[in-house]
């Protein structure tokens, strides 16, 4: 089957590759299954054998995921179990995303203990399922998965093991499309990742256009766009006036003269006003 449409999100590292070691089987997908690596860094997948088709790394400082692809779009990954002559999962139409940090609940707590950065995915911060729905987006514009998920995001560990409540049947999980978990997915594979994640969250902010409410900015974004715009200062203009022996205030300090110039002008208007009054009675 030729793959089709678009096969690398932009902007995401292609420096841990491994689509030429492991060929995998090309397909066209319709659903995308989800993993936590339950760790805080980029892991090694033992050279890609057992590597998703992109891994997704909180950049905490810049408030967003740095994404790394690891396999074409359409292109089997490798990071579910996949028994001969069972449900063939790791090439079911489905691309695989690893999300860096854990939803186990004891492992958020010792981490949180340890001073150690991470996200705990299922209270993951609003940045962060931004970032996730601006992939799942994309995936939706370029190859056509539905924004929807039917499935049950069950919290770890309840959600783990093979006869778990909320992992699909064979001939269910063959006709699935949409947005699942690893805890979904049945043959053998018993891992609950990636918990209670608020899948919910991420559709409707995939599914939401630039005009709804859902896609404007958070708190958080407009604090720090209005840091770096009053902390801007544009080079060659600071140089020429330095050279001039004047200095153009910065934003901040402009806006907050600026305010101070209109009250006392304000004021003086104001008596003015008051004067002319005096003399007309």
Not at 71 to 96: H, K, M, P, W, Y
Not at 132 to 149: E, I, K, Q
Not at 161 to 180: E, K, M, V
Request: with cysteine; aromatic share 10%; net charge neutral.
């Amino acid at each position: 089957m030729p793959k089709t449409g678009a096969q690398r999100y932009p902007g995401a590292s292609t420096a841990y590759w491994y689509g030429d070691r492991y060929k995998g089987a090309a397909m066209e997908i319709n659903a995308v299954v989800w993993h936590t690596t339950e760790g805080t860094t980029l892991p090694t997948y033992g050279g890609g054998a057992a590597a998703p088709t992109l891994t997704a790394v909180p950049d905490f400082a810049a408030r967003r995921l740095r994404w790394y692809q690891h396999f074409d779009i359409e292109q089997s990954a490798r990071a579910l179990v996949d028994r001969a002559g069972g449900v063939t999962t790791n090439r079911n139409n489905l691309a695989q995303v690893e999300l860096v940090g854990t939803c186990d609940p004891a492992t958020h707590r010792r981490w949180d203990a340890a001073g150690r950065a991470h996200i705990f995915w299922p209270e993951a911060p609003d940045w962060a399922l931004r970032e996730v729905a601006a992939f799942v987006r994309w995936l939706h514009v370029n190859h056509g998965v539905p924004l929807t998920s039917t499935v049950t995001w069950r919290p770890y560990p309840a959600s783990y093991g093979q006869q778990a409540p909320q992992r699909l049947s064979s001939s269910a999980f063959n006709t699935y499309t949409g947005h699942l978990g690893h805890q979904h997915v049945p043959e053998g594979n018993d891992h609950g990742d990636p918990g209670n994640f608020d899948m919910a969250r991420v559709l409707r902010y995939a599914g939401a256009t630039q005009e709804e409410d859902e896609m404007a900015l958070s708190d958080q974004d407009i604090d720090r766009i209005a840091q770096r715009v009053l902390a801007y200062r544009h080079k060659e203009t600071d140089e020429k006036s330095k050279a001039a022996g004047r200095r153009i205030p910065d934003v901040y300090g402009y806006i907050a003269r600026t305010y101070d110039a209109v009250v006392s002008l304000t004021a003086r208007v104001d008596k003015l006003a008051d004067r002319l009054t005096e003399k007309e009675s």
